[in-house]
């Protein structure tokens, strides 16, 4: 069942900016706290960011912390990745997920299928 879908994933220069966006159902958006995670090519897959369903409170890994903001819309149940002075290591397919408790060491429970980014030099 698809209850996560990214979008907005392309090629851009290095120091340019994109957003992407994840499309969640009503229910995964109300119930969960949602969060933000890539894998490069040949690496682990690595937390980004998260954000309270319940506070709006915002957890950021630190190697994007000051470059990219993750927010939501209520209204359009859809979660945002705002990607600022993108660099070639930013390369990645990036995936949406959700989670019952709130943090980067939580469970999360349900996966997007990931959109591909890549940042060229």
């Known amino acids: 069942q698809v209850l996560l879908v990214e979008s907005g994933g392309r090629e851009v220069q290095a120091g340019g900016s994109l957003r992407l966006s994840c499309v969640a159902s009503?229910?995964?958006?109300?119930?969960?706290?949602l969060g933000w995670f890539r894998q490069g090519p040949g690496k682990e897959r690595e937390f980004l960011a998260t954000?309270?369903?319940?506070?709006?409170?915002?957890v950021y890994e630190d190697s994007v912390k000051g470059r990219f903001i993750i927010s939501r819309d209520r209204a359009q149940n859809t979660l945002y990745l705002q990607m600022n002075n993108l660099k070639p290591e930013d390369t990645a397919v990036y995936f949406c997920?959700?989670?019952?408790?709130?943090?980067?060491?939580?469970?999360?429970?349900?996966w997007g299928q990931g959109t591909q980014v890549t940042v060229s030099s």
């Open positions: 009503g229910r995964i958006f109300t119930m969960y706290n």
């Open positions: 997920a959700a989670s019952l408790e709130f943090g980067r060491a939580a469970k999360y429970d349900y």
């Open positions: 954000i309270s369903k319940i506070t709006g409170r915002t």
